[in-house]
Each structure stands twice: as C-alpha cells, then as structure tokens.
C-alpha cells in the first residue's frame, strides 16, 4: 500500500529549496517519511535555505510534527535555513505546539569525564560510603546504649514476629540442608577412613567440623540469603517509600524502632538454629556410619559424645552470634542507605547478601586464628 | 449523533467481595475532557483500572473504539495512561521511559526516536530532564513525564488518574493548562480521575459522579452545571465543598 504522504524536494535556485509535504502525515508511517525526509535533505549544505512547504497537509499528528521540527532544528545546527511555510491555521497550531517556530537553541556538547575524573568520583563514593557505614555503627551503638539505659523505649513488639520470620520458618532449610551437606561429607571421607581400619573416627570427623565450623557457617550463609536480604529489601523499600521518614516524624528512630529490634531478633536466633544445625548434621553422619561404614548407633552416638567437647560447641554458638549480628548490621544499613527507586532497593539487597557473605568468611577466618592462638 | 470514544454499558464492580458500583453506564464523548468524580473510596480508581484493561468485567462491558480494553492482549495499545505519581521505570532515564513503547511498537531509528522524545518531553516542559532518573524529579515533573511517556504513540485517548494530586498550585494550573492545551491543539480525548475541585471547574467539559452509599452514579453532565443547579443534596455538597446534611 502506498503511503498517504508525498514530499518533493524544489529548488528554485541552487541554494533555495522547499520540501513540499502532503498528504496524512502520521506516526503510524513515521519510519518511511523519516527516511525520505532524510534522503531529500541529505544534500543541503551551510548557508542554504531548505523550507517544509505545508499547504498541502491534510492531516498531521504530534509524532510525524515532531519528526518535522526535530530535523529543522537539525538543519538550524547544520547552518541551513529552514521554516515552515505555508501552513494551515490548524497546521501552525501545531507546529507552534511542537516548538517549530521557536529559535533553535545550540546544543550543548556533552564532554566525556577523564579517568582522573571518574577515579576522583569513585575514590569520593567510596569515602561517602564509609563515613555512611561509621555514622550507622555510631548511632547503633548510641541508640543500644539509649535503649539498656531504658528498656521500655524499646520497639519490643516487633521482636516476636522478626524471630519467628527469621528463625521458626528457616528451621526446616536449614535441618534439611545441614543434614545433606554433613551426610555428603561423611561419605567422602567413610573411603578413606575404611582403608585404614578407622570407621569410628566419621564420628570425630562429622562431630568437630559440623559443631565448630560446618554448623555455624551453613546456617549463616542460609540466614544472610533469607533474613538479611529481607531486612534491606524491607526496609529499602520503606526508605523509597518515605515510611522511615514518616517513622522519624512521629518520633520514631530509624535504630530503634527498626534495626534493634531485628538485629536481636537474629543474635538470639541464631545459637538456636546452629544448635538444631549441629543435631541434623550429626544425624547425617549417623546415618552414613550406621548405613555405609556399620558402626552401631550407640557407639557412633558414645564416640561423638567422648570427641565434641562442650567448647567445640560453644565456639560455634558464639561464632553465630557474631555472625547474626554482622548479618542483621549490614542488612539494614544498606537498607537505610537506599536512594531513589527500586533499582537501588534491588542493588541495595544483592550488596547486603554480598557484603554480608564478605564478613562472615572474615570473622570465620579471624575466629579460628584467634581460639588457635589462644590454644582454645 | 454522539460519537463517543468509550462506551460503557451496565459495569458492575468491586474488590475483594465488596461492590463498589453496580450497573454503571456511561459514555465520553471523542475530543472532551471527560471526569470520573466521587468521595474517597467510591471506585473511581477502580472504574479507571477497568476502563484501561487491567482489570476484565465480569458483569457489563466496556469498549474504547468499538474494542475492548484488555492488557492481557499484546497489542499496540489504542490509548495511554498516567498513573497516579507517575510510575516511570526508575532504572531508566526520563528520556528512555519516554522512548521505550516507540523502541516496542514503531520501526522508527534511534535518531528519529530520539527527536520524538525531545519534542514530546518539550511539549510537557521538561526539555532540560531528558538524561535525568525518575528519582531526581519533583512529583509535579514525574507526572508530567508520564504523560509525555503516555503521548509517545499519539494515542486520542489519554486517561490521568489524579493529575494534579500532591502538586502545589502553581504547578497544578499549569498542568491543568497543559491538559486544556493538548485537548484544543491535537483534539485528544482524556478521562480524568479526580477529586481536586478548582480542576474539575477549570478543565472538565463533561463528568459523572459515582456515590459510594448507593453504589450508582448520581449525576452526570457539565460540573459547572451540576455546581450551580443540582438539588441532590450529595452532588450539591460535593460541587460546593459543604457538610453533607444527614436526616434524623
């Protein structure tokens, strides 16, 4: 089908040109007309004059008339004269709309920014960032320090529901997941442990690793991913949403109607799910001894008891609490530090998981070489 | 012989069980500044959900140009919409929020695109925003950004829900202006959904009014007209700002 505009290029001198439009110019045929508008003007050079002659348009919307004043301003920057001639009443009106008789304006050239420049804005990020980080901390500990002073001032009511969210409804992850990775590990090593005659020692093997490091680091890797990405989606999403402003105008910190009541909630969550960690990944051992390497049930559950020291246990259980409250810190700082829309909600989110995963393996690793150096 | 552009013909609706209107019919004549008026919570932003498709009848029908409005369909949509605060993609620059049903539904190039988005963003005053993130706006210039987004495809139907909600009076003129503006020049149609008073006056040419008690619409016409003449105490209390009077 033929389109429903026609334009002829006139010259009535080698520098004087008219572009005759006529027709129904619209958005629908916009992809044509645009492309036979560029061919026609592709020749007019600086100091030429190239008119749109309009007294043929029968119909033109806004899309086909800002094509039109879009490639006259072009032509303006180009140094080739260029006006709409001839126009209906109803016509100019709208290219009167569109800006097609106002004085093109130079554009302005974007610069592009020198490595100096963008090293010198990321080296201020960063700084930006970590002096957010300190302010966080400082205020945390002013609000803890606020709240032990007065217990009351306290939002205790949210403590419940963010313990139940964070640790009840992870309980089962958390077991099931434990369990395999124990009861993986156990067959690995039943091999080697069989080749040398010592079936027993899976039981000192699965006890030590899963109450002093296996444990710990299972759940607090599965606690970042599920609560820590909740908090900072949360409360970034309050953030964009002006709630944590409307909170701080009614007398409500941020801290302490926020971040104290969650970050509780996951330091004292977070021995509990260990704990249950350590019994389902014992359990996923027993079952490897029992199953693959026969060992009884008594005995694999007597060389456990005799192996795991009650401080194995208990440097697992201090290690969660370290974990939980750098999950829950990180968490909601990066979810108070939200600016702008839900792009940032969603960066802001993928940085607590990462960031918080970051200082797990850090405190993990400085555990351990500290409890070696003190010959715990 | 009326030439209506929306047709609406015994809509009943509601949420969550509860009806919030029954057996509502109206029309909104091509080329008019047609609004959806009532209290809080008498269904107008639900109407208006409807009326665009993102909801589906279950009782009545409703048609724009003969068609009826489903965004289930993947079609080049006949009409646009602004939402209440806006709603342009925050990921993405003014510009590109306007730029991106062009990019979906037209085989324009990118430069032929880029002028479009230029033109459309000036049309709407916000020539200088056009590399700027929805979050570095005011609430006034997000509006008038999705409208602009709204316009890209030169639809004749334009609904606005609550456009000139939380915007401060100068502001809230101007955009009256620029909706007055684009109705007289290019001839679109728009529904409005709002309750703001000095608007309705200013740029409603024709209206109905939707009562939450009797879940019907209760007076339909010129606002003007219905200010000055209507003797239904709730039309009359609505139009001229007083406290209903409720018989003992």
């Known amino acids: 089908m033929p389109p429903a505009f026609a334009i002829a290029l006139v010259k009535s001198s080698t520098d004087q040109g008219q572009l005759r439009l006529a027709g129904s110019l619209c958005l629908a045929e916009a992809g044509p007309l645009w492309t036979e508008l560029r061919r026609l003007e592709a020749s007019a050079v600086t100091g030429e004059t190239l008119d749109f002659e309009m007294s043929e348009v029968e119909r033109i919307d806004g899309g086909a008339m800002a094509l039109l004043a879009c490639l006259r301003s072009e032509l303006h920057r180009r140094g080739v004269k260029s006006e709409f001639v001839a126009a209906g009443e109803r016509v100019q009106r709208l290219i009167h709309l569109y800006g097609g008789d106002n004085k093109v304006a130079r554009l302005r050239r974007r610069r592009p920014i020198g490595t100096f420049n963008q090293l010198g804005r990321a080296t201020l990020a960063i700084l930006q960032e970590l002096k957010l980080v300190t302010a966080f901390f400082g205020q945390m500990v002013v609000s803890a320090a606020s709240v032990l002073r007065s217990p009351s001032s306290a939002n205790w009511r949210e403590l419940p529901a963010t313990m139940e969210r964070a640790g009840a409804d992870a309980v089962p992850i958390i077991v099931v997941t434990n369990f395999l990775v124990a009861l993986a590990m156990a067959f690995q090593s039943a091999e080697q442990l069989a080749r040398f005659g010592a079936n027993i020692l899976v039981a000192d093997l699965i006890g030590i690793s899963v109450t002093r490091e296996l444990g710990p680091l299972m759940v607090a890797i599965l606690v970042c991913g599920r609560s820590g990405a909740a908090f900072a989606a949360e409360l970034g999403f309050m953030q964009v949403n002006g709630e944590i402003d409307a909170l701080r105008t009614m007398g409500f910190g941020p801290m302490r109607y926020l971040v104290l009541p969650r970050t509780l909630a996951l330091i004292l969550v977070m021995p509990l799910l260990t704990l249950l960690a350590d019994l389902a990944g014992i359990l996923g051992g027993l079952l490897v001894g029992v199953w693959h390497l026969e060992l009884s049930v008594r005995g694999f559950l007597n060389q456990t008891v005799r192996v795991v020291s009650l401080w194995d246990v208990s440097t697992g259980l201090l290690k969660s609490v370290a974990f939980g409250l750098a999950i829950s810190m990180i968490a909601c700082q990066q979810g108070l530090a939200t600016a702008g829309g839900a792009e940032d909600v969603g960066r802001r989110t993928t940085s607590a998981v990462v960031v918080s995963l970051f200082a797990i393996i850090m405190i993990d690793a400085a555990a351990s070489v500290l409890f070696r150096l003190a010959g715990l | ?248």
């Open chain 2, 1 to 248: 012989m009326s030439d209506a552009i929306v047709k609406v013909e015994d809509l009943s609706f509601g949420w969550d069980g509860a009806l919030l209107q029954e057996g509502a019919s109206f029309e909104v004549e091509r080329g008019s500044i047609f609004a959806l008026l009532g209290a809080s919570g008498c269904g107008k932003s639900t109407l208006l959900r409807y009326l665009v498709g993102l909801d589906l009848p279950t009782t009545g029908r409703i048609t724009i140009d003969g068609q009826a409005p489903d965004q289930e369909v993947n079609d080049r949509p006949t009409f646009g919409v602004m939402f209440q605060s806006g709603a342009l993609i925050g990921s993405l620059t003014v510009g590109e929020n306007v730029a991106l049903p062009l990019q979906e539904w037209t085989d324009l190039p990118l430069d032929a695109i880029g002028g479009i988005v230029a033109a459309k963003l000036r049309l709407v005053g916000l020539e200088r925003a056009e590399d700027k993130l929805p979050s570095e706006l005011s609430g006034g210039m997000r509006k008038r950004a999705g409208i602009a987004r709204a316009m890209a495809l030169e639809p004749e139907l334009l609904f606005l829900d609550e456009p000139s909600a939380g915007l401060d009076p100068v502001t809230g003129v101007e955009f009256d202006e620029l909706i007055i503006e684009l109705n007289q020049q290019l001839g679109l149609t728009f529904v409005v959904v709002t309750h703001d008073l000095e608007s309705i006056f200013k740029i409603g040419q024709s209206c109905i009014m939707l009562d939450r008690d009797s879940k019907s619409i209760i007076a339909r016409g010129d606002p003007r007209h219905l200010r000055d003449t209507s003797t239904d105490p709730r039309v009359h209390s609505f139009f001229n700002r007083t406290r209903l009077e409720v018989p003992p």
